[in-house]
């Protein structure tokens, strides 16, 4: 279970130095994007590892290199903080309960499907050797793109980027390819999981908000006299207070 907590304390790492990206790019969602933070640092940062050793065969797929490629985007997550931590408080006092709700959701389902494979942590069935050998294959792989583990020579001729992700996090951590294919789809299991609340809290309170706004509005067209082309009514845009409310 220990690798797992290096797992997860890893994806919470990632997930803060990816929040001033998330909170501006989805500045109109209600909840500016917390809970998708943590899938898009771990895509952001296999990416940013994936592109250049793709785009320059010589750059060696190592340890070095992955903690080179966090450390700059750590630098860029660090400045982005600096100029956005105001809308990070605001967001942080405007939905605290929500922003606990997410990570004890993550938490809990990481956790959960630890707990629940520590019973049985073999790979044996279904696909799970080709998973576990793509895995083994792209962390042994001294350059990119990985070699194919049927094919030698060749590289992989399958889609392999979920693997890759895993595997640039298992290398950075120093985990082996088996270890390496537990402690995986448990952060997945998580991501999916808060993924999936952050979509249906965005989704409820935007519909929230509109049928609050359409009850006001057609509240308001009974008790005022009719307004001229001249003077149209606007409702102003919703703000996050507005539109996530979990007291």
Same mark, same amino acid.
């Given at each position: 279970? &220990?690798?797992?907590?290096?797992?997860?304390?890893?994806?919470?790492?990632?997930?803060?130095?990816?929040?001033?990206?998330?909170?501006?790019?989805?500045?109109?969602?209600?909840?500016?994007?917390?809970?998708?933070?943590?899938?898009?640092?771990?895509?952001?940062?296999?990416?940013?590892?994936?592109?250049?050793?793709? +785009?320059?065969?010589?750059?060696?797929?190592?340890?070095?290199?992955?903690?080179?490629?966090?450390?700059?985007?750590?630098? &860029?997550?660090?400045? *982005?903080?600096?100029?956005?931590?105001?809308? %990070?408080?605001?967001?942080?006092?405007?939905?605290?309960?929500?922003?606990?709700?997410?990570?004890? %959701? &993550?938490?809990?389902?990481?956790?959960?499907?630890?707990?629940?494979?520590?019973?049985?942590?073999?790979?044996?069935?279904?696909?799970?050797?080709?998973?576990?050998?793509?895995?083994?294959?792209?962390?042994? *792989?001294?350059?990119?793109?990985?070699?194919?583990?049927?094919? +030698?020579?060749?590289?992989?001729?399958?889609?392999?980027?979920?693997?890759?992700?895993?595997?640039? =996090?298992?290398?950075?951590?120093?985990?082996?390819? +088996?270890?390496?294919?537990?402690?995986? %789809?448990?952060?997945?299991?998580?991501?999916?999981?808060?993924? =999936?609340?952050?979509?249906?809290?965005?989704?409820?309170?935007?519909?929230?908000?509109?049928?609050?706004?359409?009850?006001?509005?057609?509240? +308001? *067209?009974?008790?005022?006299?009719?307004?001229?082309?001249?003077?149209?009514?606007?409702?102003?845009?919703?703000?996050?207070?507005?539109?996530?409310?979990?007291?």
């Amino acid at each position: 279970m &220990f690798e797992l907590l290096q797992m997860w304390a890893l994806v919470e790492l990632l997930g803060l130095i990816c929040l001033p990206l998330t909170i501006t790019v989805f500045h109109n969602l209600p909840d500016r994007g917390w809970a998708f933070s943590k899938a898009i640092a771990i895509a952001l940062l296999a990416f940013c590892v994936w592109l250049p050793l793709m +785009s320059v065969h010589a750059l060696p797929f190592n340890q070095m290199f992955i903690t080179g490629s966090l450390l700059i985007l750590s630098a &860029f997550g660090i400045i *982005s903080f600096v100029k956005t931590y105001r809308s %990070i408080l605001k967001v942080l006092r405007a939905h605290f309960i929500y922003i606990v709700a997410c990570e004890l %959701i &993550f938490l809990g389902m990481v956790f959960l499907l630890g707990w629940i494979r520590s019973y049985g942590p073999d790979i044996r069935s279904f696909e799970m050797f080709m998973d576990e050998g793509f895995i083994a294959a792209i962390m042994r *792989s001294p350059h990119l793109p990985p070699n194919d583990m049927w094919f +030698s020579g060749y590289p992989i001729n399958y889609y392999y980027y979920a693997h890759f992700t895993v595997a640039v =996090l298992a290398k950075l951590l120093g985990q082996s390819p +088996s270890i390496a294919f537990n402690t995986g %789809i448990c952060v997945f299991f998580g991501l999916t999981a808060i993924n =999936l609340f952050g979509v249906t809290c965005n989704v409820v309170a935007w519909a929230r908000h509109l049928r609050t706004r359409t009850t006001r509005a057609e509240t +308001s *067209s009974l008790h005022t006299v009719p307004q001229t082309a001249s003077q149209p009514r606007t409702t102003p845009a919703p703000t996050g207070r507005q539109v996530l409310r979990w007291n």
